[in-house]
């Protein structure tokens, strides 16, 4: 890890602080992808990522057919002054044997196959029957109202590549292929734990000076919506012998261990001799706000992460330094977070030479604009300004301000949060 991190120096940067991308890029330098797979049903899918590519066997969809109730007809030689002479019905699931000829029609039922000679469906709604004339309103252009064999997916082609989360629109596509498993990258194991004689667990009175420990249950959420099973240590004592142990236990189950609490500067060094004593570990002062205390390391071969006390630093940096190692380890190796440019209706401070993480709405104005503003209070210890926030505001580190109708990036919620 030092050799690595050796280049990585925080006395060429401003403040001796590290700056955001950096921080990422040397994570992911530190985590690996993972090498092996394992087979699981369809349905116990959602929310893993695919490890190997899906070849389409057959087309998808496998015949030319109708996209919608009506007639299908042969184009050049129907029109709308003369007779349609309707010559049979096809509903989805069936065939017509026949050949659809000069001035003939077939009734046909959305998803049913195009019958020969037919290459565009007149909708029922245009039509008028009277016996076995049909007559329409027109004009025809060729092949509307017509799905394609393979129009969605061609048969040897690469149907979803390895890589994908699989949401519910990929398990669709895979059932498509009549696929019931799907080979999937492992589950990731994370252990978490809180430290710090203040923190107290839910249930129990609360003394002068101390707070409820709220970080483990935002960190076991987040976990939860990345499909991590989650191992949860609980509030670890403040003497080394405690924090040894527990970082032992839990490098040995977890792929991952996540502390919060005793990474700021001027903690008690039982934590620091700890992390040392069980691991390698960097202790790093990151250009941004809030969260900059941030230690990383491994504890044997398992990465762990030391992220800060407050309630709101733990959830901006897990969202910008734990996700994308999490999501690298279960396989979306090239994974970035989703961000937008939304215009700022109100002045934004920040400050150069650090990333800021505003805690933001936005919105579509009445004018069509997307447009954002703070929650308000951007303390790291406001949790509200969480609860009411639908994206972060992220003010990159060239900007000391930004100005009411001025653009700002955001990360919407939505992936995680």
Known sequence: MSEVLSC????ANPGGMLPVADSIAHILQQVAAPEISEMVALTDATGRVLAQDLI?????????NSAMDGYAVNSATVS????????????????????????????IMTGAPVPEGADSIIIREACEIIGDQLSYIGPIKTGQHVRQAGEDIKQGSVALKKGNLLRPQELGLIASLGQKEVAVYPQLKVAIFSTGDEVIPQGESLPENCIYDTNRFTLTGMLQRLGCEVLDLGIIDDNQNAMETALREASAKADMVISSGGVSMGKADFIKNALEAVGEIN????AMRPGRPLAFGQLDKTPFFGLPGNPVAVMVTFTQFVQPAIRKMMGQADWQPKRMVAVAEERLKSREHRTDYSRGVYRINENGQLVVKSTGAQGSGILTSMVQANCFIEIQDQFSEIEAGQTVLIQPFSDLL
């Open 8 to 11: 990585f120096d925080p006395a």
């Open 56 to 64: 389409s066997e057959h087309n998808v969809p496998q015949q030319t």
């Open 80 to 107: 709308p002054d003369q007779p349609v002479k309707v010559i049979g019905r096809v509903f989805a699931g069936e065939r017509f044997d026949g050949l659809v000829g000069t001035g003939e029609a077939v009734e």
């Open 283 to 286: 202790f790093w002062r990151i």
